[in-house]
C-alpha cells in the first residue's frame, strides 16, 4: 500500500511562489512515476507534471512550463512542485499521484493524496 500526503498549499498574490511537497510512504516509491494534478470548481481534474522513477525526465502542461519545476528525492520518498509567477487561473487543489507509467491521464495513476488547496488572488 502507498500513501501520499500533500502540503504547502496556501494563499498567495498573484506573482508570488509556492512549494508543494509530498511524502509517500509505503514501497516501491522509487519505482513509480510521480505526478501532479489539480483541479478547479466545476472543472476536471488536469495534469501538471510529472518525473520519472530517477527523476530524469520531467514533463509539463504548456500553461506552467517556464513557471513550475518538479523534482523528487528517492531518498526522502519525496515529491516536489516548486510554482513561481502564479496567476489567478493556477487556483485549484493540488493532487500528487503514483503511477507505474510516464502518463499525462489521471486513470492511470493508481494512488492520490488527499489534495492541497493553492488559491492565488489578483
Known amino acids: 500500500q502507498v500513501q501520499l500526503v500533500e502540503s504547502g498549499g496556501g494563499l498567495v498574490q498573484a506573482g508570488g511562489s509556492l512549494r508543494l511537497s509530498c511524502a509517500v510512504s509505503?514501497?516501491?516509491?522509487?519505482?513509480?512515476?510521480m505526478g501532479w494534478f489539480r483541479q478547479a470548481p466545476g472543472k476536471e481534474r488536469e495534469f501538471v507534471a510529472r518525473?520519472?522513477?530517477?527523476?530524469?525526465?520531467?514533463s509539463y502542461t504548456d500553461s506552467v512550463k517556464g513557471r513550475f519545476t518538479i523534482s523528487r528525492d528517492n531518498a526522502e520518498n519525496a515529491v516536489y512542485l516548486q510554482m513561481s509567477s502564479l496567476i489567478p487561473e493556477d487556483t485549484a487543489v493540488y493532487y500528487c499521484?503514483?503511477?507505474?507509467?510516464?502518463?499525462?491521464?489521471?486513470?492511470?495513476?493508481?494512488?492520490w493524496g488527499q489534495g492541497t488547496q493553492v488559491t492565488v488572488s489578483s
Open positions: 499521484a503514483a503511477g507505474p507509467q510516464f502518463h499525462t491521464y489521471p486513470s492511470k495513476y493508481d494512488y
Open positions: 509505503g514501497r516501491s516509491f522509487s519505482t513509480r512515476t
Open positions: 518525473v520519472t522513477q530517477s527523476g530524469s525526465i520531467t
